[in-house]
């Protein structure tokens, strides 16, 4: 296990843990005490996992967890009151954006795993990803109303996008917590698991994947985020120009070639 992380000052325990497992970086937030609420060592601690995460050739997915019992719980919200008594939050907030933009924008897929309580910049994490898993016991909200804050780090855009913006609305309004199960139906939820279960369930996804092209899972992602932005006819066109490009790859005659001999394809991600 990779320890090498973003320490929080006077703390000698790595606020954010990496782990690679058969192609699969796991990203573990681990501030169990504080729900693993976001700071900016956190947010640099995930930067930094990312960074290796992207330079590694045999890391072809992403596992965003938490330990203890919170996924992660939003901004350290004692860090927040003190830079809203001194210099204000629009640093750190920028900081929190471009995490999250960091994120949506990867080049690999992302799978969050819901290990507990996801609230305020959790859930903004969570929106962030391509693939969400949750354990049973996990509890999900936006929970800024609750403390006067408004989500600055995409949550009142991406919600109503993933959710629709009524149950968008209702979240953010009420501030309320809901079942992971309750936004299974939603389309923000994959899969719920038992919570002894997750981490397998999250590693056997992560497998699955792991067989797969490296470059046609990354012109996949990349089409699909993109053409979400588009207008219809333009992504088909984007759709179709890409697949023209893709004729041309190693990758998918390396597939085609396994198919005919009967055999696992070897791709290479080129």
């Known amino acids: 296990m990779n320890t090498q992380a973003s320490k929080e000052p006077l703390m000698s325990t790595p606020v954010v843990i990496t782990d690679v497992r058969k192609g699969t970086m796991w990203i573990r937030l681990n501030r169990p005490d ?3 609420s976001l700071t900016p060592a956190v947010l640099r601690g995930i930067d930094h996992a990312l960074n ?25 919200l004692k860090y927040v009151k003190t830079q809203a ?25 992302v799978i969050a795993a819901l290990n507990g309580i996801t609230l305020a910049g959790g859930l903004e994490l969570v929106l962030c990803c391509d693939l969400v898993l949750a354990a049973r016991s996990a509890k999900i909200g936006d ?13 009142s855009v991406r919600l109503p996008r993933v959710i629709g913006p009524t149950r968008a609305k209702y979240l953010l309004f009420t ?22 279960q997750l981490e397998s369930v999250a590693q056997a996804v992560a497998d699955k994947i792991a067989t797969k092209s490296p470059l046609g899972l990354r ?13 219809l006819d333009t992504a088909l ?17 390396e597939g085609l070639a396994a198919f005919n001999e009967k ?8």
Do not use: W
């Open 85 to 109: 008594g001194e210099s204000g939050t629009s640093g750190f907030l920028d900081s929190v954006l471009s995490t999250m933009n960091r994120i949506d924008r990867f080049p690999k897929p």
């Open 263 to 270: 055999r696992t394809p070897r791709f290479t991600g080129h």
């Open 219 to 231: 012109r996949m992602k990349t089409l699909v985020d993109d053409g979400l932005q588009q207008p």
């Open 52 to 76: 290796e995460a992207q330079s590694r050739g045999d890391v072809i997915s992403v596992v965003l967890t938490g330990t203890g019992r919170a996924f992660c719980a939003g901004a350290d």
């Open 175 to 196: 501030g309320d917590f809901v079942d992971a199960a309750d936004l299974l139906e939603a389309g923000l939820v994959n899969q719920v698991v038992d919570d002894d």
């Open 237 to 253: 066109r984007l759709e179709l120009l890409a697949s023209e490009v893709h004729s041309h790859s190693a990758d998918l005659h």
């Open 34 to 36: 504080a729900m693993n």
């Open 143 to 155: 929970a800024h109303a609750n403390y006067g804050l408004i989500p600055g780090g995409g949550g």
